[in-house]
């Protein structure tokens, strides 16, 4: 295993996993109050959030390849 390689990847996958965790502990929390309709709206905002920001951010992130060979040739 490349060792240099798994140096860059590993904060990735770590802040893919906090990303994910983040969620399932908040739709946890709202659970717990036994109220199918904040539960509900918890589960959306996580869909709005996954959509809006995450999806801008990774588009942005697949485009870098692209302006970084234009910019330095």
Do not use: W
Not at 14 to 26: A, D, N, V
Not at 55 to 63: A, C, D, P, R
């Amino acid at each position: 295993m490349n060792y240099r390689l798994f140096n860059v990847v590993l904060p990735s996958i770590l802040s893919q996993i906090i990303c994910m965790t983040m969620e399932t502990i908040g739709l946890i929390f709202v659970g717990h109050l036994n109220d199918s309709a904040k539960t509900a709206g918890v589960g959306l905002a996580n869909i709005f959030v996954n959509v809006v920001c995450q999806s801008t951010l990774t588009g942005l992130n697949n485009s870098l390849p692209v302006l970084v060979s234009i910019a330095y040739g």
